[in-house]
């Protein structure tokens, strides 16, 4: 089955210590999404991708970095996690800018990565 | 001033109630609009989109929309104690990209 895979689903990590989520589709979808959900919150942008091109949103801490090397992988990087990082990391996808009606815009995520920052 | 404003609920129906649950969006710009479901611990799942004003069916579940008043609204007929979670509502603000904004959620309890 087409799908949207987080790895790993659980992640524990000190204070400071760089950290590395994983996500893969075989969707081939060309566009691709981080979210940053805390407890109880929505989930918060972070960044996403067009194919190659790269969108950070303005209030993304530097602490965070976003790699795509191919189509069907993209992956968060926290340089220096600190104890306000940690939550649900979710990675999504879309097709990408399309007519409304065809559903190009609609998000499917993936099971997502919990952060926990000791 | 949120983007996507949800009444964080919880929101407390009996099974086989109706359960209504409202949204209110800020930029008038906004061009699609989502309903997600989202289980303790679980990601979001769709349920629907609604791009139009007034009322899309699927199932048990009905979306409203009315782009005037910036208000989406999700109706889940028949509620069964499986519809005990939280629902998001999200905006795609439009422009070249597709990004969704999402609000906080509200929480449906159905109870037997």
């Known amino acids: 089955d087409a799908m949207v895979i987080q790895n790993p689903r659980y992640q524990v990590t000190q204070f400071g210590k760089p950290v590395t989520l994983s996500c893969s589709q075989t969707l081939n979808h060309n566009v691709m999404y981080w979210y940053q959900q805390k407890s109880s919150q929505a989930p918060k942008l972070l960044f996403h991708?067009?194919?190659?091109?790269?969108?950070n949103e303005a209030d993304t801490p530097d602490n965070f970095q976003s790699r795509r090397p191919n189509t069907s992988f993209c992956f968060l990087d926290i340089r220096s996690p600190g104890l306000g990082d940690a939550a649900m990391y979710l990675c999504a996808t879309s097709r990408g800018p399309g007519l409304v009606v065809s559903g190009a815009n609609v998000l499917t995520f993936g099971a997502g990565s919990r952060l926990t920052v000791l | 001033q949120k983007e996507v404003e949800q009444n964080s609920g919880p929101l407390s129906v009996p099974e086989g109630a109706i359960a209504s649950l409202n949204c209110t969006y800020s930029?008038?710009?906004?061009?699609?609009f989502f309903w997600y479901r989202q289980y303790s611990g679980k990601s979001p799942e769709l349920i629907m989109f609604?791009?139009?004003?007034g009322d899309k069916e699927d199932g048990r579940f009905t979306a409203q929309l009315n782009k005037a008043s910036q208000y989406v609204s999700l109706l889940i007929r028949d509620s069964q104690p499986s519809d005990s979670a939280t629902y998001l509502c999200a905006v795609n603000r439009g422009g070249g990209y597709n990004k969704l904004i999402f609000g906080a959620g509200t929480r449906l309890a159905v109870h037997p």
């Open positions: 609604i791009y139009s004003n």
């Open positions: 991708y067009y194919d190659k091109d790269f969108n």
């Open positions: 930029d008038r710009g906004s061009q699609s």
